[in-house]
């Protein structure tokens, strides 16, 4: 049997297709990216989320304004780390608070006195990013003639985002929609004051707890010049000019290859999959880009010296760390980002997870596991609860929603979306995340737990 079900889910045996043990030769696929099964607690995000919180969030000097009801708004302040290099960044969080009122008489007026609003208050900003979210899709609120009236207003680029929760399956069509608002309405807008023929961008880098700042400086070592990084620390103007790339390289797939195709297929910019985690994708990342600028021996430079600076760190790290086993429940491509590195540590993923994945997620996770590995789409609490129990892991790689039900299992557990003391990229990033598991394995609190690990 390649697809299993957990107790948890007899009553709704419609999960069972999304739940697979791998068999080597017989390679089945968990169903994904459709709708949640009726019944199901699902832990995803919805496609406003995908869009604000993901893709378009990170630009750092543009005004994030969510239309529509505060709740919506409510979890956009601050709840990824998504570093930036100016105090607008994260640190306010913008609404038309939409009510009652509004859903009778239309959200219009207060979606353009909004946008004035915030402009005058926060002057500094950029642009101005309107996310739609479900009321608005309901009450249909014409936001593309607001933000257009409301653009000549203010003189700043308004962008409306149409994401209204409800459209996708998941947060998946929302990095789907930013992605395409940001291709068709600001890239090509502005040329970069001066182009080199070395320049690239580095697509689906949200700069996680300073990942980018650790990433950007390698290829800038080996003469690249790196354009814009989409979207992580990304001023609003970083945008327009990513039309004049001679290179694209795209590090988180699932969220972000859908501008790099469109920059390809418009601009004839190639671009390349890369993964900036671990030892050797990330000096895969610099062979593959040295290849492409004819900077070969620059990147073996650039390796070397990072080699020689943190392998050591990563041989101690992989001597305490040797025979572990882990859970890996992310979002999609960190799943099979992390499943190669692990093993450079000496860890084995038993378990992977997705809230969103595709099938080429699913495809690329089956390649990297050993049989008997599950993999399962879109799990619910009680599924994690229940392999966590029966599997017992060594630790658990999961988002701040399951930090407390590993712990109070007694199972180490490491913030994957948002990092424990990142940045994670990267040969420098690799080291910070090997000494996290460490401390969250090898930690002697655990000693002190004995807790007797059954489903209720
Ligand atoms: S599903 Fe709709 S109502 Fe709920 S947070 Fe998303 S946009 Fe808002």
């Not at 992580?232 to 290179?247: E, T, V």
Request: net charge negative; proline share 6%.
């Amino acid at each position: 049997m390649t697809t299993i079900l957990p107790e948890c889910d007899i009553p709704i045996p419609q999960r069972q297709p999304h739940i697979v043990c791998h068999e080597p030769g017989n390679m089945i696929l968990p169903m994904c990216n459709i709708q949640t099964v009726p019944g199901d607690m699902t832990e995803r995000g919805c496609t406003f989320a995908g869009c604000r919180g993901v893709v378009g969030g990170p630009v750092k000097d543009a005004i994030q304004l969510v239309h529509g009801p505060i709740g919506c708004a409510y979890y956009t302040w601050g709840t990824r780390r998504n570093l930036s290099d100016v105090k607008l960044h994260r640190k306010y969080c913008f609404s038309t608070d939409l009510t009652e009122e509004s859903v009778i008489y239309g959200g219009a007026k207060k979606l353009l006195n909004s946008i004035i609003e915030a402009h005058e208050l926060f002057p500094e900003g950029k642009a101005v990013f309107v996310y739609s979210t479900c009321v608005v899709g309901l009450i249909g609120d014409d936001t593309d003639a607001i933000c257009k009236q409301a653009q000549e207003k203010i003189g700043i680029p308004v962008v409306p985002f149409h994401c209204e929760g409800f459209r996708g399956v998941s947060q998946s069509l929302g990095h789907h929609i930013a992605n395409r608002t940001l291709f068709e309405k600001v890239v090509g807008t502005e040329e970069p004051e001066t182009t080199t023929p070395y320049d690239m961008c580095i697509i689906g880098e949200f700069n996680i707890d300073g990942d980018a700042w650790i990433v950007k400086p390698l290829f800038e070592r080996m003469g690249v010049r790196v354009l814009s990084v989409f979207t992580g620390n990304a001023s609003y103007h970083d945008i327009p000019p990513m039309h004049r790339a001679k290179l694209n390289i795209v590090q988180c797939q699932r969220s972000s290859t859908y501008i790099a195709k469109m920059i390809q297929d418009k601009y004839n910019i190639p671009y390349i999959n890369v993964s900036l985690f671990g030892m050797k994708q990330t000096a895969d990342a610099l062979r593959d880009v040295g290849k492409f600028f004819h900077l070969e021996e620059n990147a073996e430079k650039v390796i070397a010296e990072e080699l020689a600076k943190y392998q050591p760190m990563i041989d101690h790290y992989r001597k305490k760390l040797e025979g572990k086993k882990c859970f890996i429940y992310q979002g999609a491509p960190r799943a099979w980002h992390w499943i190669d590195p692990m093993r450079e540590l000496g860890i084995e993923a038993i378990l992977t997870a997705t809230t969103f994945g595709h099938k080429d997620d699913y495809e690329k996770i089956m390649e990297k596991a050993k049989p008997g590995h599950i993999c399962i789409d879109n799990p619910n609490a009680l599924e994690i609860e229940e392999y966590l129990v029966k599997l017992k892991p060594d630790f658990f790689i999961g988002g701040l929603k399951e930090k407390y039900l590993t712990y109070k299992l007694g199972i180490p557990f490491i913030n994957g979306h948002s990092y424990e003391e990142g940045p994670y990229a990267g040969f420098e990033g690799f080291v910070n995340f090997a000494k996290d598991i460490d401390v969250a394995v090898n930690s002697p609190v655990w000693k002190f737990i004995n807790l007797p690990l059954e489903v209720k």
